[in-house]
């Protein structure tokens, strides 16, 4: 395996400092392309702190870490640095109702009201939780606003979502819940767990604790805050710079004050870096953790679930091929495609090895999936936030070096049967 770089740091011509890090951590041998491309992240795409990590076949083969972890500072972002990774919470908590859908107590195909009877409310006795699940609910967005204290006050968020009427007829489209759909997974998991637990404490005692994750949804008010890197948020300049690779249909309903996705942005107003935000539990956007966990928990999906519990009929229900319709998110104007709360791949994100992979990236840049053909679970994380929805530059390049190295490590180590198919490899996810 590789070894490690240390991280320097030099002044730029106006008397900031700039980071210059090279990779800390490791790589299996084959894997040492990935090492590379995460040094050009810093070198040549504006990186500023971030980590990357893969399990292959259950091992271990990629764990990088490096960079700053505040942009204002020189502290170094290290092997346990942990850092916000917004909608990449969903995968974590959609993988939370796996485990309960294992254990018998949540079926994908039972109506949502069967186990929360309050939600039949306003139109939506009839919402099965696949429905839910796949951003079809029309529940985009609530009347009231949502605040850091609301969210403390999880009967309370209970009794807004059942009163929410839905944006449209649920199960004839699709749009994206941003924040809604974390929060309806919160109450499923209180209303079914025997000992109603909340989901991060489900997720902490049940999937966290036993595989040694450091990942927290609801982060512990002890938790050291010398461990946080700091967020880079969006800003108007950067966002006006990004306009080029901004996909217009979802331009033009950011720009629109009554769009869609503009009432689903006003639900929360929280700075990301807050503590306070960080400690309350959103199941759909605050997970706080490394790329590490994230992506050893999806290895543990990827080689069947077994660790945690999850059988083959769930891991079937999870990765059989949804049926989707050509429509586009009725939300962001795009492409997309959701089921039982993970991103799947299609026309407008093209990942993994075969249309049974399943993941969930964040704003900004974050994403982590699962590669059950390939037995892959990877995860990206960065603390400089970057607007693209999909293939962020310095993500795409790291997932496509493990490709190419599973590729080239398959074709020696593996029987015929076993290969990563010539077609699914690396050279089909590097389309612009």
């Known amino acids: 395996m590789s070894t490690s770089s240390r991280s320097t740091v030099a002044r730029s011509p106006a008397g900031k400092s700039r980071s210059e890090s090279k990779a800390r951590g490791w790589t299996a041998k084959g894997f040492e392309n990935v090492r590379v491309e995460f040094e050009r992240n810093f070198a040549e795409r504006g990186e500023i702190g971030a980590a990357v990590s893969a399990y292959w076949r259950g091992e ?82 609530l009347d009231e606003k949502l605040t850091i204290e609301k969210l403390r006050d999880l009967d309370g968020i209970a009794r807004l979502l059942a009163r929410q009427t839905p944006a449209w007829p649920p199960g004839t489209r699709h749009g994206y819940h941003a924040m809604t759909v974390g929060l309806c997974m919160q109450e499923l998991i209180r209303r079914v767990d025997p000992a109603h637990r909340t989901l991060g404490r489900f997720f902490r005692e049940e999937i966290a604790e036993p595989l040694g ?10 938790f050291p805050t010398e461990r946080l890197a700091t967020l880079v948020t969006f800003s108007t300049t950067r966002a006006l710079r990004a306009l080029p690779t901004t996909p217009r249909p ?34 759909a956007g605050n997970g706080v953790g490394t790329a590490r966990a994230i992506a050893r928990l999806y290895s543990a999906f990827a080689g069947g679930g077994s660790e945690l519990g999850v059988g083959p009929e769930t891991m079937a229900r999870i990765t059989a091929t949804p049926i989707w ?73 790291l997932r496509d070096a493990v490709y190419r190295a599973i590729a080239e490590l398959g074709e020696r180590t593996s029987p015929r049967h076993e290969r990563l198919p010539r077609e699914h490899s690396a050279l089909s996810l590097t389309s612009p």
């Open 60 to 141: 271990k083969v990629v764990d990088l870490w490096g960079g700053r972890r505040s942009p204002d500072g020189n502290a170094p972002w290290d092997e346990d640095t942990m850092v916000l990774v917004n909608s990449t919470t969903k995968g974590v908590s959609a993988m939370t109702l796996a485990v309960a859908n294992a254990r018998g107590w949540i079926d994908y195909e039972a109506t949502v009201a069967r186990y929360w009877p309050e939600f039949a409310q306003a139109g939506k006795a009839a919402i099965t939780v696949r429905q839910l699940l796949g951003h079809e609910a029309g529940l985009a967005w």
């Open 213 to 222: 994750l450091d990942f927290y949804i609801g982060l512990p008010p002890e």
């Open 250 to 283: 979802m331009l033009l309903r950011v720009l629109w004050p009554w769009s869609l996705l503009r009432k689903s942005m006003i639900g929360l107003s929280a700075d990301p870096n807050d503590r306070r935000y960080l400690e309350v539990e959103v199941p």
């Open 325 to 397: 319709d050509e429509s586009k998110d009725v939300v962001m104007g795009v492409t997309s495609h959701f089921s039982l709360g993970f991103l799947r791949p299609g026309p407008g994100a093209d990942f993994g090895s075969s249309p049974r992979a399943f993941g969930a990236p964040g704003a900004g840049g974050s994403f982590a999936f699962a590669d059950p053909d390939a037995r892959l679970g990877y995860a990206y994380v960065m603390n400089k936030m970057d607007y693209y929805m999909v293939d962020d530059p310095r993500e795409k390049a």
